[in-house]
């Protein structure tokens, strides 16, 4: 259809302000989190309804136009990428909270409703939504939907997936589904989950039914300093090997601390190599008891210093750190690449050495910061966009990081999705076998695939021209060479 | 080991062959739940061969069996190491394995506070109804990479590929435990079990019946205390007794013979009046209810529709043609396409769920 012709047609139930295709208009909607990719759509409509919705899904199927949905577009793999003979379809003005019900713990959400704002208005019944991403001030719902979102309290109260009953999806035929329920599981096969992380290629959620977990009482954290970053990875198997499920449990190399303590000035240990912060929250009993036993475990694991958060503004602080380092990353840095692999915990100072020498091999700078509890890794690559090759240079870094990932047994993704970032990557993860069963899945929901076509899965021929070798987890693909 | 899975995938290449279907058997410890296989000469395909624990590090929180694994095999070992399958599955017999436990997707008592099967799976090999190989998720906690068909091949029955090998997350024992009994109605209990999710307390698993609700304390020795000092209520001296019948329907009131069904409704519906007697678990969202034949099907779905849940008729006298609460008709297409994808033949377990997959 022509672009026109489409614009005429959306207009016909939505107000001229919410279908844009002026280029100015466009601009914004360019990228997302991922700026290193842009492409401007055709077209960018504004639904305020799940009805408006469906209108403009049934007019993008027949006339076989490609559709990108788009949360806040914080999205940090390009999932929310537009297709340049495509609709953006924003969500953003889908965003009242429909309801709260305190008693059976969950909300009932619309997709554009920031991941903060639920928080804020469970609190008043002493609840919240627990995952939390760093991004959760601006990140929406439906986008964590999409990209099964993780935070730093995951570790103890789960992802996305764990936390929410309910959705109602529109497919691209525009037909609305009810998937999961208000109660504790759904007849038939688990559709919530293979919704939850499918990153837009499935359907559109329109609506969300979350669970939302009671406040603890109290929370406290342990700031730990550690003159090895093994002894610091071996801290953390102790704690969890002696029973704990810390409510975060995170970590920061050298340059990392450096750059957030000029940031934002804490007092962490500058000599450290790696620091360790581990949160205990519950009862004030149970914190009590926790954080007794984590101090000791870090004492007999060899750390430098301790510190325990005496009260919540201290707590708030030891955190600040952790939470700032992107902006740290930015500020000691012109640009910065943000990696994602998740990995088994054991081979965490394997891994970590092993981007240590690839950062000297590369000459580019790399800060560790990351979900330690749950081997969930961010390598934050520094580098220039204006020197030129560099950003061809920290790509090449970045895939190399994401290839020791899977060899060490882990995933190219944790919790920011494959989008486009990390499609080729996907052939190394995948043999042609499993490939074609996420196709088989995508085809079940959208046929014609045109919901975010190009994102998450590559097609068997990209796979075969990008000539990846497929690496079973754990199988080294030459394991008679020495590694790292 | 590998000829094992070379056996399996020969049975299914030549079953999809000539489209016989298949009946995927671990132990038969849950043979009774969901519906007959349908169709003439039906092969079974016996798991139990391939068993045993694949990787097992307790610091990682994730152990790799394969399915034919007994249960209580993998439990025990977990147990050896203070740690546990945390949402505690039935068992339903000594034989049943872990596959069966896996496709079934049944949780026990502790599921309202930890999660269910689904929310502990990590990753699974499998063979589709072609016999291929397939490896989904992995052994960490956190992966984003593909559409996640762990989770989707959790409760599918069997219908959508034979579970090779599963990764699970596990949880440490918690250092402590106390069931406290307290006497009150139905009513009251539904609404005192809904506040008390609603704070900060360590209750680990709640049953109602006869006017007693029985909770269970988990934690930290002195949050127990403090909880129970909270709550009030007696003391029950055998509690894992107890909840070991609620875990594995020896308690009193699931008798044999009659029809039990499960309502999964929303925690906070009030008591429903539906003839027979019931037990409540989950805090409400688990509704059990024992009858003779006269409850109507169509009367006790209904009521859990009104509930906002389902309702699954777990076991009955005779074998029954729908176990499973019916699907929307939309949701129902979208099932049919994913069971021609992973098994185009039909061959796997079809109609054990629904007519048709
Ligand atoms: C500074 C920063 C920190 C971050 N920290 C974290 C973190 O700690 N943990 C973490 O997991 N992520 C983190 N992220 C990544 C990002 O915030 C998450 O992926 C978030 O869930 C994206 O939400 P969004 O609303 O911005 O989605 P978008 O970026 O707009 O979209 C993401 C994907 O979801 C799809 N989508 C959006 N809405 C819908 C819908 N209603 N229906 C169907 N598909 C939809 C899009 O098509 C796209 O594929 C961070 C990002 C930034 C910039």
């Not at chain 1, 003159?227 to 499920?245: E, L, M, P, Q, T």
């Not at chain 1, 190219?412 to 088989?440: D, R, W």
């Not at chain 1, 959208?446 to 021929?461: C, I, S, Y």
Request: charged share 20%; proline share 5%; hydrophobic share 40%.
């Amino acid at each position: 259809m022509h672009p026109l012709e489409l614009v005429t047609n959306l207009r016909a139930f939505l107000p001229a302000e919410a279908v844009l295709y002026e280029s100015e208009d466009l601009k914004p909607y360019e990228c997302d989190g991922l700026s290193a990719y842009r492409q401007t759509p055709m077209i960018v409509a504004l639904p305020q309804t799940e009805d408006e919705v469906i209108r403009i899904l049934r007019i993008c199927h027949t006339s076989k136009t490609p559709v990108v949905a788009r949360g806040a577009g914080t999205g940090l793999s390009g999932g929310a990428l537009p297709h340049p003979a495509g609709v953006l379809l924003s969500l953003a003005k889908l965003k009242r909270i429909l309801e709260v019900d305190p008693v059976a713990r969950t909300a009932l959400v619309q997709p554009g409703v920031r991941n903060l704002a639920i928080s804020e208005a469970a609190a008043p019944y002493g609840l919240y939504y627990a995952p939390d991403p760093s991004s959760q001030i601006a990140c929406s719902i439906g986008g964590n939907v999409a990209e099964n979102s993780g935070g730093v309290h995951c570790l103890k109260y789960g992802l996305t997936v764990h936390n929410i009953l309910k959705l109602r999806v529109v497919t691209m035929a525009g037909e609305s589904l009810e998937i999961g329920s208000a109660s504790l599981d759904a007849p038939g096969y688990d559709l919530l989950a293979l919704m939850t992380g499918s990153e837009g290629m499935l359907g559109i959620v329109t609506e969300i039914i979350v669970k939302l977990t009671p406040s603890p009482e109290k929370a406290q954290v342990v700031m730990a300093a550690f003159d090895d970053i093994r002894k610091a990875g071996n801290a953390v198997a102790n704690v969890i090997g002696a029973g704990i499920i810390p409510a975060g449990m995170e970590m920061m190399d050298k340059i990392a601390t450096r750059a957030v303590e000029e940031y934002v000035h804490v007092g962490y240990n500058l000599e450290a190599a790696a620091i360790l912060l581990c949160e205990a929250d519950g009862t004030a009993e149970e914190v009590a008891d926790e954080i007794r036993r984590i101090d000791k475990i870090m004492r007999e694991s060899g750390a430098i210093e301790i510190r325990t958060s005496r009260d919540e503004t201290e707590r708030l602080r030891f955190w600040a750190g952790r939470k700032a380092a992107f902006p740290a990353a930015g500020r000691v840095s012109p640009d910065y690449y943000c990696m994602d692999g998740t990995i088994p915990r054991k081979n965490l100072a394997r891994v970590l050495g092993g981007i240590e020498k690839l950062s000297t091999e590369y000459g580019l700078r790399c800060m560790n910061v990351f979900h330690a509890g749950d081997g969930n890794l961010h390598p934050l690559i520094l580098y220039d966009a204006n020197l030129p090759g560099e950003l061809e240079k920290t790509e090449e870094f970045g895939v190399k990081i994401l290839e020791m990932c899977i060899e060490a047994g882990g995933t190219i993704t944790g919790e920011h999705g494959v989008g486009i970032e990390k499609i080729n990557q996907m052939c190394s993860q995948f043999s042609s076998g499993e490939l074609k069963i996420f196709h088989a899945v995508k085809a079940a929901f959208d046929p014609e695939g045109l919901l975010n076509p190009g994102k998450a899965v590559p097609t068997l021929r990209r796979c075969a021209e990008h000539g990846a070798m497929h690496v079973h987890s754990g199988e080294e693909k030459f394991p008679e060479l020495p590694r790292f | 080991m590998q000829n094992i899975i070379d056996q399996f995938a020969n049975i299914i290449r030549a079953a999809a062959g000539c489209k016989a279907p298949l009946r995927i058997c671990g132990g038969g410890s849950k043979e009774f739940y969901g519906n007959r296989i349908v169709g003439q000469n039906i092969d079974m395909l016996d798991i139990t061969t391939y068993s045993g624990i694949v990787d097992y590090e307790p610091t990682e929180l994730v152990v790799t069996a394969r399915t034919g694994t007994r249960l209580a095999d993998l439990e025990a070992e977990l147990y050896k190491h203070r740690q546990m399958l945390a949402f505690e599955p039935p068992h339903f017999g000594s034989a049943a394995t872990l596959g069966g436990c896996v496709a079934t997707g049944l949780s026990g008592p502790r599921r309202a506070s930890v999660g269910a099967v689904r929310d502990f799976v990590l990753g699974v090999r499998m063979l589709d109804g072609r016999g291929d190989d397939l490896r989904f998720g992995g052994q960490v906690m956190k992966n984003v990479a593909g559409y996640d068909i762990s989770r989707l091949m959790t409760g599918s029955m069997g219908t959508l590929g034979l579970l090779l090998e599963v990764s699970l997350k596990v949880l440490p024992l918690p250092p402590m435990e106390m069931t406290l009994s307290l006497q009150m109605k139905e009513a009251e209990a539904i609404e005192k079990m809904n506040l008390w999710a609603g704070k900060p307390l360590p209750i680990s698993a709640t049953c109602f019946c006869n006017d007693a609700l029985t909770l269970r304390l988990s934690g930290a020795e002195a949050a127990v205390r403090a909880a129970h000092a909270k709550l009030g209520g007696e003391e029950v001296a055998e509690g894992a007794a107890f909840w070991q019948s609620v875990r594995e329907q020896t308690h009193i009131f699931f008798q044999p013979g009659k029809s039990l069904w499960r309502l999964s409704i929303k925690s906070t519906a009030p008591p429903l009046s539906l003839l027979g007697q019931q037990l409540i678990e989950w805090g409400g969202a688990l509704r059990w209810l024992i009858s003779d034949a006269e409850v109507g099907t169509e009367t006790v779905r209904v009521a859990a529709k009104t509930a906002s849940g389902h309702a699954t008729l777990f076991r009955s006298g005779e074998s029954s043609a729908a176990a499973f609460h019916p699907l929307a008709p939309e949701m129902m297409n979208i099932h049919r396409c994913l069971k021609e994808k992973f098994d185009p033949m039909g061959i796997l377990n079809p109609g054990r769920m629904y007519p048709g997959l």
